[in-house]
T-cell receptor
Framework: DSGVTQTPKHLITATGQRVTLRCSPR?????VYWYQQSLDQGLQFLIQ???????AKGNILERFSAQQFPDLHSELNLSSLELGDSALYFC?????????????FGPGTRLTVL | EDQVTQSPEALRLQEGESSSLNCSYT??????LFWYRQDPGKGPEFLFT???AGEEKEKERLKATLTKKESFLHITAPKPEDSATYLC???????????FGAGTILRVKS
């Protein structure tokens, strides 16, 4: 158990809908990272927040947004969902804002868009 | 563009049969190379970070090495519990993100 929690574990929704994925980092970690993992694209970095502020941006679509709250939990919002958004979404956390700090991954949320 | 290529895509070993996984990378200035292990349906688990050519790190039956163009993950006398997907990732000096390879699926049979 990495100490990172993600909810829900599974999510099934329809195209065009909007969903919110939630992540709680390990106690004491200030950075939260979001990743998307699909069979054809592998593990792709989406976005990083450090202590409430956006720190780095990767291949995140404009239909997706994230935020980190004062209690350091983070939410990833996915809107206007398409079939291709079906994937595993992972959250990771680390102690500092440095990317090369060891990242601890949560168990993931499996999103299925029908 | 930063790229990471892992080979082979899949590897089947008998218990005790040592082997190596390869991670080739193209990056304009390497800040760090990372190895992760991922079990089916779970999040990746951190194994090693390597920063400069010639560096080596070990953990139980695993040993990671780094050159200027590639990294190897050597598995000595593997056991069935070593079966997993092994992911390699790089962070470039200019970048601020991890770029992952597609992974090598390792199966160790007893």
């Amino acid at each position: 158990d990495s100490g990172v929690t993600q909810t829900p574990k599974h999510l099934i929704t329809a195209t065009g809908q909007r969903v919110t994925l939630r992540c709680s980092p390990r106690s004491g970690d200030l950075s939260v990272y979001w990743y998307q993992q699909s069979l054809d694209q592998g593990l792709q970095f989406l976005i990083q927040y450090y202590n409430g502020e956006e720190r780095a941006k990767g291949n995140i679509l404009e239909r997706f947004s994230a935020q980190q709250f004062p209690d350091l939990h983070s939410e990833l919002n996915l809107s206007s969902l398409e079939l291709g958004d079906s994937a595993l979404y992972f959250c990771a956390s680390s102690a500092s804002g440095q990317i090369n700090n060891e990242q601890f991954f949560g168990p993931g949320t499996r999103l299925t868009v029908l | 563009e930063d790229q990471v290529t892992q080979s082979p895509e899949a590897l089947r070993l008998q218990e005790g049969e040592s082997s190596s996984l390869n991670c080739s990378y193209t990056v304009s200035g390497l800040r760090g190379l990372f190895w992760y292990r991922q079990d089916p349906g779970k999040g990746p688990e951190f194994l090693f970070t390597l920063y400069s050519a010639g560096e080596e790190k070990e953990k139980e039956r695993l040993k990671a090495t780094l050159t200027k163009k590639e990294s190897f993950l050597h598995i000595t006398a593997p056991k069935p519990e070593d079966s997993a997907t092994y992911l390699c990732a790089v962070e470039a000096v200019h970048g601020n993100k991890l770029v992952f390879g597609a992974g090598t699926i390792l199966r160790v049979k007893s």
